[in-house]
T-cell receptor, first 114, second 113 residues
Framework: NAGVTQTPKFQVLKTGQSMTLQCAQD?????MSWYRQDPGMGLRLIHY???????DQGEVPNGYNVSRSTTEDFPLRLLSAAPSQTSVYFC?????????????FGQGTRLTVV | GNSVTQMEGPVTLSEEAFLTINCTYT??????LFWYVQYPGEGLQLLLK?????DKGSNKGFEATYRKETTSFHLEKGSVQVSDSAVYFC????????????FGTGTQLKVEL
């Protein structure tokens, strides 16, 4: 059971570099989202999608882009990395249409920007 | 908007002690409430949930009751083990909140022998 798969698990970037964090799910979930986790701040929503072709901003979208061309994939792009983007990133997916929907999380990507 | 407030950690307990982690919320509509757990180096996983007032969620000896009158969803366990050491997140999902899962800041639990 793959669930939600994130790659890479670790990444070091130099300031100004770009990269894409990959996220894929095999549960046919409509809803996918990206969070960043920082000490003392819990999880903050970056972007989310309620279905293929539909994305929206969360609490902290600046510096990040997303797209949702398929139900399965929801990549997160950093166009010009900054030290403030050093964090642990989690992708999650869930079903809509149910009030008791459970979110399934990937293992996380630990990103360091130097 | 929606928000979740958790007690700050870390919480340090001896094995077999009683655990309470407080969680209160503000939400539009009728939210579903969740507790997620994050073990070291891993992603979050669902621990328990409750979808309406007075529901009690339970799993692995943990319990939480959805209290609408006090807007609370406190996590309890009668006897903690070292293996329960983790970070615990309270969360809510509300359609009135834009179909978003809103998390608290997390509470780190350390259980010692």
């Amino acid at each position: 059971n793959a669930g939600v798969t994130q790659t890479p698990k670790f990444q070091v970037l130099k300031t100004g570099q770009s990269m894409t964090l990959q996220c894929a799910q095999d549960m046919n979930h409509e809803y996918m989202s990206w969070y960043r986790q920082d000490p003392g701040m819990g999880l903050r929503l970056i972007h989310y999608s309620v279905g293929a072709g539909i994305t929206d901003q969360g609490e902290v979208p600046n510096g990040y882009n997303v797209s949702r061309s398929t139900t399965e994939d929801f990549p997160l792009r950093l166009l010009s990395a900054a030290p403030s983007q050093t964090s642990v990133y989690f992708c999650a997916s869930s079903n809509l249409g149910q009030t008791n929907t459970e979110a399934f999380f990937g293992q996380g990507t630990r990103l360091t920007v130097v | 908007g929606n928000s979740v407030t958790q007690m700050e950690g870390p919480v340090t307990l001896s094995e077999e002690a009683f655990l309470t982690i407080n969680c209160t919320y503000t939400a539009t509509g009728y939210p579903s409430l969740f507790w997620y757990v994050q073990y070291p180096g891993e992603g979050l996983q669902l621990l328990l949930k409750a979808t309406k007032a007075d529901d009690k969620g339970s799993n692995k000896g943990f319990e939480a009751t959805y209290r609408k009158e006090t807007t609370s969803f406190h996590l309890e366990k009668g006897s903690v083990q070292v293996s329960d050491s983790a970070v615990y997140f309270c969360a809510l999902f509300s359609r009135g909140g834009g179909n978003k899962l809103t998390f608290g800041t997390g509470t780190q639990l350390k259980v010692e022998l």
